[in-house]
């Protein structure tokens, strides 16, 4: 479906462009108003197509995805936390090691500290994986609280 789309706003974007350089080229062919719309619409037309590109490849890299729990050991500050994560945690956490995010992680044990220093040996979601949850706004770390949170 997505691929249909993104042919269709392609399609569309290189139609304009085509019609905007004509008209630049033959000048008084058309009205500038008529200019200037197809010219404000180009770069709309262009997001479109990026975007539902990007929904395309995001449905591909999902599409043999399993999501599964996943049994890890977190190393922090020269600490060990051994958990049990949920799909949705475990791929949070792939992405905050990736990006050295700090958040303390809320399990059933209590809060597991991730810093900028912090490594995980287990299974987790690819980045890949992670990358199109987050593109199709899938990914919902509420169990991820910022260190921050409360303090004024």
Not at 29 to 57: E, H, I, S
Not at 90 to 106: I, S, W
Not at 124 to 141: H, W
Request: with cysteine; proline share 5%; glycine share 6%.
């Amino acid at each position: 479906m997505f691929m249909t789309a993104t042919a269709l706003f392609l399609l569309l974007t290189l139609l304009a462009a085509a019609v905007l350089i004509v008209f630049m080229l033959r000048t008084g062919a058309a009205r500038p108003m008529t200019v200037w719309a197809l010219a404000a619409l180009l770069p709309v037309l262009a997001a479109m197509t990026a975007a539902n590109a990007g929904q395309a490849g995001a449905e591909r890299t999902l599409q043999h995805y399993a999501p599964m729990p996943s049994d890890v050991v977190i190393h922090t500050g020269g600490r060990i936390y051994r958990a049990t994560l949920d799909a949705n945690d475990a791929a949070c956490l792939e992405r905050d090691l990736r990006l050295n995010a700090e958040h303390n992680l809320l399990t059933p044990q209590g809060y597991i500290p991730i810093r900028k220093d912090s490594t995980a040996d287990g299974p987790l979601p690819s980045r890949e994986v992670v990358e199109a949850l987050s593109l199709r706004g899938e990914l919902n770390c509420a169990n991820f609280k910022s260190l921050n949170a409360g303090k004024k």
